[in-house]
């Protein structure tokens, strides 16, 4: 991107070449007053071709960028010498792309042989030293202008999540069923059904990631998949963790529930219960404006940290509007290198979890929307913000311990379930709708 008066960015735009994400593989190249996109023709219908010759959109071959970069160099450093400078994302602008810049710099400067001269000084954001020609290397503002969701994008996701959840209702009460009529289910065949019953939803595209299916033992592997012929059965003595997501044309979702279909041991219900705590304190986290994710990261393990248990994972990860499930550059992490500052209208996941190798897994997800919350006080003049849930989906209460749960912990839960069943049931009847109200009643501490 050019700071004086082209601009130049490379894109990646919508389509379906990517496994679960509604994008293809394409560059644009904008300047002020025209655009060149560099994709396969075969994938431009002749409706969208003339669609874009009409709006000034050049099309040429996707393998061409290379030399287009190659050709416009003299150009771009005729620009740099006047004071503008190419803006270069290294998080996102293939290596390609970047290797081919910088030796077609050297090789032009050189031949000028001046290169001392007009080599112009980079800037990274990690560290601020000079580097290679003409560039200025940081983040693209692009990335968190995607980020921060509009009204539109905020309402699908609303949207898409609820006929999500009837979706999961549907498919929980079946497997529910399956299990107790001792039917033989693998985990793959799990999958399966749950895609099924998504496909049916109104604006489905695609399952946003590879369904996490893992029953026992296979629930600690984080990033489980199971694979035909090599998968477990679902065993109804142990935990059964399953997080999966799906592409609408409105919205993204991923969800994380785990569930036992006969009776969880002391152990497990400690741990399960544990990890919910953590999920809803994220879940009310307050917090000024400005603060990067990782400072609310220790929300949801401080409930497992208590009693010495952890989990080897992020706690939420930045979410797309009908586009990809793991989205940049915000996140909720230990990993206190990112200091995105987390802004209303952003979406990102709560999924705080407990592993126990080679025995069972826990992870309880919902995506949040951020948003901004009505303070008694605003200390420093700043806006507090909070979380608005998206997901709503019950949570399975014979794994909570109640006795562990605080009065404001079970009212949290209750009114998530009384949620659940406000927004989900009219999309449901039969077994589904009762298995919904089965499963959102209210809770009360003896």
Same mark, same amino acid.
């Given at each position: 991107?050019?700071?004086?008066?082209?601009?130049?960015?490379?894109?990646?735009?919508?389509?379906?070449?990517? +496994?679960?994400?509604? %994008?293809?593989?394409?560059?644009?190249?904008?300047?002020?007053?025209?655009?060149?996109?560099?994709?396969?023709?075969?994938?431009?219908?002749?409706?969208?071709?003339?669609?874009?010759?009409?709006?000034?959109?050049?099309?040429?071959?996707?393998?061409?960028?290379?030399?287009?970069?190659?050709?416009? *160099?003299?150009?771009?450093?005729?620009?740099?010498?006047?004071?503008?400078?190419?803006?270069?994302?290294?998080?996102? %602008?293939?290596?390609?792309?970047?290797?081919?810049?910088?030796?077609? =710099?050297?090789?032009? *400067?050189?031949?000028?042989?001046?290169?001392?001269?007009?080599?112009?000084?980079?800037?990274?954001?990690?560290?601020?030293? =000079?580097?290679?020609?003409?560039? %200025?290397?940081?983040?693209?503002?692009?990335?968190?202008?995607?980020?921060?969701?509009?009204?539109?994008?905020?309402?699908?996701?609303?949207?898409?999540?609820?006929?999500?959840?009837?979706?999961?209702?549907?498919?929980?009460?079946?497997?529910?069923?399956?299990?107790?009529?001792?039917?033989?289910?693998?985990?793959?065949?799990?999958?399966?059904?749950?895609?099924?019953?998504?496909?049916?939803?109104?604006?489905?595209?695609?399952?946003?990631?590879?369904?996490? =299916?893992?029953?026992?033992?296979?629930?600690?592997?984080?990033?489980?998949?199971?694979?035909?012929?090599?998968?477990?059965?679902?065993?109804?003595?142990?935990? !059964?963790?399953?997080?999966?997501?799906?592409?609408?044309?409105?919205?993204?979702?991923?969800?994380?529930?785990?569930?036992? !279909?006969?009776?969880?041991?002391?152990?497990?219900?400690?741990? !399960?219960?544990?990890?919910?705590?953590?999920?809803?304190?994220?879940?009310?986290?307050?917090? +000024?404006?400005?603060?990067?994710?990782?400072? *609310?990261?220790?929300?949801?393990?401080?409930?497992?940290?208590?009693?010495?248990?952890?989990?080897?994972?992020?706690?939420?990860?930045?979410?797309?509007?009908?586009?990809?499930?793991?989205?940049?550059?915000?996140?909720?992490?230990?990993?206190?290198?990112?200091?995105?500052?987390?802004?209303?209208?952003?979406?990102?996941?709560?999924?705080?979890?407990?592993?126990?190798?080679?025995? !069972?897994?826990?992870?309880?997800?919902?995506? *949040?929307?951020?948003?901004?919350?009505?303070?008694?006080?605003?200390?420093?003049?700043?806006?507090?913000?909070?979380?608005?849930?998206?997901?709503? %989906?019950?949570?399975?209460?014979?794994?909570?311990?109640?006795?562990?749960?605080?009065?404001?912990?079970?009212?949290?839960?209750?009114?998530?379930? =009384?949620?659940?069943?406000?927004?989900?049931?009219?999309?449901?009847?039969?077994?589904?709708?009762?298995?919904?109200?089965?499963?959102?009643?209210?809770?009360?501490?003896?």
């Amino acid at each position: 991107m050019f700071s004086g008066s082209h601009t130049t960015n490379f894109v990646l735009q919508r389509g379906s070449d990517v +496994p679960h994400s509604p %994008v293809t593989y394409a560059y644009l190249i904008v300047e002020i007053d025209r655009a060149t996109l560099f994709v396969d023709d075969a994938k431009v219908t002749s409706d969208v071709m003339n669609h874009l010759k009409n709006a000034g959109v050049e099309l040429k071959p996707y393998d061409s960028i290379l030399s287009e970069i190659k050709r416009q *160099l003299r150009f771009l450093l005729f620009l740099a010498a006047q004071g503008a400078q190419l803006w270069l994302d290294p998080y996102s %602008v293939n290596a390609a792309i970047m290797q081919t810049y910088k030796l077609a =710099s050297d090789r032009y *400067l050189g031949s000028v042989g001046n290169k001392r001269k007009h080599q112009a000084k980079i800037y990274d954001d990690s560290n601020g030293q =000079s580097g290679g020609p003409a560039g %200025v290397y940081r983040a693209s503002p692009i990335s968190m202008e995607k980020a921060v969701k509009n009204s539109a994008e905020l309402e699908g996701m609303r949207n898409s999540h609820i006929r999500d959840a009837a979706a999961l209702a549907q498919f929980w009460v079946w497997l529910e069923e399956e299990i107790h009529n001792d039917v033989k289910l693998t985990e793959v065949d799990v999958a399966d059904k749950l895609l099924e019953f998504r496909s049916k939803q109104a604006g489905f595209i695609d399952t946003s990631f590879d369904t996490i =299916s893992g029953s026992g033992a296979n629930g600690a592997i984080i990033h489980y998949k199971p694979e035909p012929g090599n998968c477990s059965v679902v065993d109804p003595k142990k935990l !059964f963790l399953l997080d999966s997501g799906a592409q609408y044309v409105d919205g993204t979702t991923d969800i994380t529930r785990t569930v036992h !279909f006969g009776e969880p041991s002391a152990r497990q219900k400690e741990c !399960f219960t544990r990890v919910l705590q953590g999920h809803i304190a994220l879940d009310q986290a307050v917090f +000024p404006e400005n603060t990067p994710g990782f400072v *609310l990261d220790a929300f949801a393990r401080s409930f497992l940290w208590k009693i010495g248990l952890d989990y080897r994972h992020g706690t939420g990860h930045g979410v797309g509007a009908a586009l990809n499930v793991h989205e940049g550059p915000q996140g909720i992490s230990y990993r206190y290198g990112n200091m995105t500052p987390l802004v209303k209208g952003m979406i990102v996941s709560n999924e705080p979890g407990y592993y126990e190798d080679h025995a !069972f897994g826990i992870r309880i997800e919902n995506l *949040l929307s951020v948003k901004e919350v009505d303070t008694p006080n605003r200390f420093g003049g700043l806006s507090y913000l909070g979380f608005e849930k998206l997901t709503f %989906v019950p949570i399975q209460t014979k794994l909570v311990e109640l006795p562990l749960l605080s009065e404001a912990e079970i009212d949290w839960l209750n009114n998530y379930h =009384s949620q659940v069943w406000d927004k989900v049931s009219p999309l449901l009847d039969g077994s589904a709708r009762q298995w919904l109200w089965n499963n959102t009643r209210l809770l009360v501490k003896e």
